[in-house]
Nanobody
Framework: QVQLVESGGRLVHAGGSLRLSCAAS????????MGWFRQAPGKEREFVAA???????????YASDSVKGRFTISRDNAKNAVYLQMNNLKLEDTAVYYC??????????????WGQGTQVTVSS
């Protein structure tokens, strides 16, 4: 059974940094796309970043404007894990962050597998 378990969310001051982790189990995810979505209170879930592996190369994609330049996604295939380094956090980054995995992830079509979410709260 596929499981994605996020960790690292917490309360942080604006301008601070956090690193979210997602540990995957149940299958080998090295050739899968893995990524992050988030859902703020009263808003729809939105794409944050994703990474995919193809023929030995890793590709990255980020939501435009809102997180580009501040967030960095990375993966460790040996550990079946994906990470999201978040710097210069803003109040509007407050959300539940969800790990996502599947054969393909696009900003509008997530993968089939979801974690339970980890809360990130940015305070002024």
């Amino acid at each position: 059974q596929v499981q994605l378990v996020e960790s690292g969310g917490r309360l942080v001051h604006a301008g601070g940094s956090l690193r979210l982790s997602c540990a995957a189990s149940g299958r080998t995810f090295s050739t899968y796309s893995m990524g992050w979505f988030r859902q703020a209170p009263g808003k729809e879930r939105e794409f944050v970043a994703a990474t995919r592996w193809s023929h030995g190369d890793t590709y990255y994609g980020y939501a435009s404007d809102s997180v580009k330049g501040r967030f960095t996604i990375s993966r460790d295939n040996a550990k079946n894990a994906v990470y999201l380094q978040m710097n210069n956090l803003k109040l509007e980054d407050t959300a539940v962050y969800y790990c996502n995995a599947g054969t393909s992830i696009t900003p509008t079509v997530p993968g089939n597998f979801w974690g339970q979410g980890t809360q990130v709260t940015v305070s002024s």
